[in-house]
């Protein structure tokens, strides 16, 4: 295959081997995680039919449409969904295929698809590409990856779910190579329920504005509660201050009921978030914490209860990097309605900032822990022998390309960071294995020797952390 | 979200939970094989120019075009290829983008955008969705994952790497848990120096019509050759003995000496295949072998000496579940030529259909080992406390979502296949674990009780195997 020019697309980024080794760690880590509290994994097609891609509405702009290149050669297929659809005159009608833009819409057709053959309540991860045809900037991809979490039920879902899915992505971010992160959580009902304690006109309208507070100065967030959502200045100033109210402890409660507002949707909002503060009490490290945000509003307006977002310490430019909630309805066919809780964390939001900003990486760019050295190339037959017991006993080794002289195999190693250059025995030499680290050359025994536990696999280094 | 119909799409196939798990384990499984070996992962995007899509010609009717929703509500960006490019008219330009319908294509492109960061040669591994508009079937699917290994070289790749390519894979496949599999290898130049050793006045010819071998009877061939290769029959007589010659040794060689046919391109091919059939001498199992196989030819033109097929025991109609070969240019800059030797597993295709005739699944539906039961609903924080001690013993473990009675919880385990429910210790009662397939049940202590290994993950399962 002759490629004249290679073509980087702005929008869809691509890792060389020692990111994509410390993104594969992330994923597994991630992976490990979201099982051991029982969570199944799900993955599903990318494309869906584009009436259910646009069924939030706000963000149609955003899809990928698919086309089959030679669609018009052959006639569509009646009651099916196809791609083919907008071959003819370029628009796109209900049966036209479009790539997924996040993992829910696809997830909840999922469950409405296989209802019959789930278990509810039912807890699935799911990691897999999107896509989003936006401007490109840090932080924000055409082509990206994303891990969620979800617990969907039948009918009714219990609250303490909302707990559970705090803590199991609370301790999976916890275990990231990553810069400090702190989940925010708040709660739908707390918050409407004090903006219509306080007599709040337009509850919604109220919401619009104080979604925007990390964006917009406090004075001009107090001018357009006014303006835009009719309150006075004393009911503006009660918002302003129950947003400025953040704890990593349910003392946050004492706060909120300081401000004097009563009203049955507050009380249970509280309740619910210092439940789930209360819950994921002492995950909180010098690297991670989880801390009641009133300010947190998530503009999207599907969730009814608990709302996440999650910022990294140096990277708040990037907004939320991992962000979700309690949906009373993830799904519904009419009849039966799914409530679900889930929380999403965008992996390659999170990884590549770091990434091109040179604080990650691996401490190697292949596998290999050894390089077995060919003496010449007649005993190449022996050399793969060797890797072949090394690997045996599950170290990564692959065999020197070519018979050059030592010196050469050697600095074929080190540029690739193999910590290990191993010397076969020979008629007048036993085996020797040399740490090219440090120089030290010790006689080994292929079928039982090992590298340090560290030099096993390549390591996920963050140079300046 | 509301779906009010899901929508199944023929050729997109979708997992159920169980599924997902062993698609799951046969991955990992190929990582771990390809990286003992020291390939390293690559990712690509899913998008490339249509124009580098289209460089191999045959295939371009199945590439899935994009484009965005909203296109025309932007000006074009200058210089920069995007997926806009079709909006007005219907057509696909250049700068459209498409989704890859291989892995090679991009690869090729990967090597040569990053050429200056690559160490070479070369070895990735590469595990992606792939789509194609092909018309589904089975084996056949318009979205589908496919694994695949190469090595590259800039300007020369010595030939040990065919070796090496072959045993890699041969030791990865040999791990799966599915029908035996039977890797065939042939070699272009042996079977191109054979037809042109015969005096085939057409050697491409003879090549397309043997390349059907498999798909129409042995005295059909002989008249094609005959009358579309130009051949006499003593001609095509030579070809089809040549093509009934296979081995899992390299007695082949002297079959292939027997029929008297002299070219030096015939005698470097036999001697490249003889070494690679050697190289994996010692591999062949009852469930896996490896053999030198006469009549595979792939029909694609650049591969230029090994070549690769592999067929799935019982389900021959599949064709090639894995093919691969020697290419002298993977990809060229038109300055250095990039020449590389490769393999690719489907992994949909192989899978598929065994999930489809339950030939394959997992012996549970979620990831949990235990099920902590719930005494009452406000014994949820102890519970929780032994799920937690479970976890860090790395014990997948789930909760009980309600308080009902015991025998309802052990009901809510064994529908998802959970082998085991805990049993909290109270005022009256110390700490129990009941194994609910047996009914066995014993104290235990959550500090320090373990299932027993194969309890701990959910097993692949093979039915009728």
Redesign the interface.
């Known amino acids: 295959?002759?490629?004249?020019?290679?073509?980087?697309?702005?929008g869809?980024?691509?890792?060389?081997?020692a990111e994509?080794?410390v993104?594969?760690r992330v994923l597994d880590s991630l992976r490990a995680s979201f099982?051991?509290?029982?969570?199944?994994?799900?993955?599903?097609?990318?494309?869906e039919?584009?009436e259910?891609l646009l069924?939030?509405g706000e963000i149609?702009?955003?899809?990928?449409?698919?086309?089959?290149?030679?669609?018009r050669?052959e006639p569509a297929?009646p009651g099916?969904?196809t791609?083919e659809g907008?071959?003819?005159?370029?628009t796109?009608d209900a049966s036209t295929?479009?790539?997924h833009f996040d993992l829910?819409?696809p997830f909840?057709?999922?469950v409405?698809?296989?209802s019959g053959?789930?278990?509810f309540?039912f807890?699935?991860y799911q990691i897999q590409?999107e896509?989003r045809?936006e401007r490109p900037q840090e932080g924000r991809y055409r082509?990206f990856t994303q891990a969620d979490i979800d617990v969907v039920?039948r009918d009714v879902l219990?609250f303490?779910?909302d707990v559970e899915v705090a803590r199991v992505m609370a301790e999976a971010l916890s275990k990231l190579p990553v810069p400090a992160l702190t989940l925010q959580v708040n709660n739908r009902k707390l918050i409407e329920g004090f903006f219509s304690g306080i007599g709040a006109p337009d509850v919604p309208a109220v919401m619009r504005v104080i979604d925007k507070i990390d964006k917009v100065p406090a004075e001009i967030i107090a001018t357009m509660l006014v303006s835009e959502a009719g309150l006075d200045d004393r009911q503006a100033e009660l918002c302003l201050a129950l947003a400025d109210i953040r704890a990593s402890d349910s003392s946050f409660v004492a706060r909120v009921q300081a401000l004097g507002v009563q009203h049955d949707l507050l009380a249970e909002g509280l309740a619910e978030l210092a439940a789930v503060i209360d819950g994921c009490a002492g995950m909180n490290t010098d690297r991670f914490s989880v801390e009641a945000d009133l300010r947190i509003a998530r503009g999207l307006d599907?969730y009814t209860g608990t709302v996440f977002e999650t910022r990294m310490a140096g990277f708040e430019s990037l907004g939320s990097i991992c962000s979700g909630g309690r949906?009373d309805?993830?799904?519904?066919?009419?009849r039966t309605s799914y409530p679900g809780v889930g929380i999403s964390l965008g992996v390659t939001r999170m990884l590549l900032p770091l990434f091109n900003r040179k604080k990650l990486t691996a401490s190697r760019?292949?596998?290999?822990a050894v390089l077995v050295a060919l003496p010449d190339e007649d005993a190449?037959a022996g050399s793969d022998a060797i890797a072949g017991q090394l690997?045996a006993n599950?170290?990564?080794?692959?065999v020197a390309?070519?018979a050059q002289r030592y010196g050469k195999q050697i600095r074929?190693a080190e540029?690739?960071g193999i910590p290990f250059v191993w010397f076969p025995a020979g008629p007048d030499n036993p085996h020797e294995v040399k740490d090219i680290r440090t120089g030290a050359q010790e006689l080994a025994d292929p079928a039982t020797w090992r590298p340090p536990a560290e030099d096993l696999r390549p390591q996920v280094v963050r140079p300046e952390a």
């Open positions: 295959v002759t490629v004249a020019r290679p073509t980087p697309l702005s869809f980024p691509e890792l060389l081997p994509r080794f993104e594969l099982e051991l509290h029982g969570f199944a994994p799900v993955e599903t097609r990318a494309a039919p584009l259910q069924r939030k149609d702009k955003e899809v990928y449409l698919l086309r089959r290149l030679q669609a050669d297929e099916q969904a791609a907008n071959a003819a005159d370029g796109a295929l479009g790539l829910t819409v909840a057709r999922y409405l698809e296989n053959k789930l278990e309540p807890r699935r590409k896509w045809g082509e039920a219990p303490h779910h599907y949906y309805s993830l799904a519904s066919d009419g760019s292949v596998p290999s190449r690997r599950g170290i990564a080794t692959e390309p070519a074929y540029r690739r």
